[in-house]
DNA sequence: AATAATTTTTAGATTTGCCTAAATAAATTA
DNA sequence: TAATTTATTTAGGCAAATCTAAAAATTATT
């Protein structure tokens, strides 16, 4: 049984494994908010219990049991959040904290009759996909807006920023999931994007069009 | 913000102190599964940090700081077993050790909002009373059933054990919460009791006799 | 009251996860 | 390629929570 330290460390890899391989020291410890040496020193822990594949200088992997167990935690993470907003109105912004608290609690029983309580929902609040009891992801083929030409048309269904701070500014600027958006203009000068929801005109930075993910 | 495992020195405490005034170490150390040295350790922590009165070689008492706090975590423990019990079809014996994991989540918010959404329970599935927001419990006069005489009625309201293979033994006699009763006869030579329950009669030592609770 | 038994505390170690400072390796730049 | 910068690791320590073994205080027993 890995402790929840361990569990966090898993769980930061595997997100970080998403972008490139393997994983740099600085990177993790930058995310866990802690020292490059303390993440020496857990990577070497986790290379122990066969965990991560390790070596020195070159970065971290996460093995197939590694793997599992972070992706157990996610699995975990999304359904809480889902509960939180779907069962205790929870708006999107204030979920976040709470499940990676939630997240270690270790009974299988929990998580699959939470899984059965909240209809086996397949994405959680932000639209990031919820892996099923195997560690499969469905996966799912998003675009960022920043990537859309002018007059292009899509769907929101998901971010990949989770701060408080970005999805409330969203939910200001009226750019929730599901909402139908059209590309009005590009300004070239800044990459800044001019769009429509709901006949409505907005504008915003080419650094939140990043993170704004879209289906079409 | 107290540790994990503070917490549960404090609940601990806690509970003891309804039995006797002050908590003895020895006592703590049995229901935390440690040893008393390091209790000793952990009390004088609890003290510098104003949670606990201690006085070497004689005990501990909560202080209200501590108080509140021990309640506090109570409170949560039995809202999330109603919770595994309404909502995710747990069976009374398959919740207590998964509420001592979910006792420990910090969020204010997340404990007023399952409160609200279980519609307030008074409660939990043990018939133990679910203290209020300001620590405030409403007091239920429970008789232990060894306590009633030959011919009286009574109602099971609650129950003094929470052990998983009490619990199901006395699901498979079909005593439960809310079950109306009446006993039968009591047997001098070892205390037992012979009891009614939807006309079936039912034998019960007294050691069983002694955990369940009665309400008039 | 003196002795024995029990309970509690102290002293000294251990483990986990973290730290700082210094050393080493790798990557970048001149 | 040599020098510099950046990234990573090692070494040595610290705090929390635990342990064992020994000492001290309290309680019970003769």
Redesign the interface.
């Known amino acids: 049984m890995q402790s929840f330290t361990e569990e966090n460390y898993l769980k930061i890899i595997f997100h970080l494994s998403q972008d490139s391989h393997p994983v740099q020291t600085n990177a993790i410890a930058e995310k866990i908010q802690t020292k490059a040496a303390s993440v020496t020193d857990m990577l070497k822990k986790l290379a122990d219990k066969h965990l991560v594949d390790y070596v020195k200088y070159q970065g971290v992997t996460l093995t197939e049991k590694g793997k599992l167990t972070a992706i157990n935690i996610v699995r975990k993470h999304r359904l809480w959040e889902v509960f ?1 907003v779907d ?4 708006k999107w912004d ?1 979920v976040h ?2 499940a990676e ?2 997240e ?4 299988d ?2 998580t699959e ?2 899984n ?2 909240l209809d086996f929902p397949k994405v959680d609040p932000h639209g990031d996909p919820i892996p099923d009891e195997y560690g499969k992801f469905e996966d799912l083929t998003f675009i960022k807006l920043s990537k859309l030409k002018a007059n292009e048309k899509g769907t929101i269904t998901g971010v990949s920023e989770h701060s408080s701070a970005f999805l409330k500014h969203l939910e200001k600027l009226n750019l929730t999931l599901g909402k139908r958006i059209q590309i009005a203009e590009i300004i070239g000068f800044d990459g800044s994007v001019e769009l429509l929801v709901e006949n409505q005109k907005i504008n915003i930075s080419n650094e939140i069009a990043k993170h704004i993910l879209i289906s079409k």
């Open positions: 939180l069962k205790l109105n929870f204030q904290e709470v608290e939630l270690h609690i270790k009974s029983l929990l009759r939470l059965e309580f």
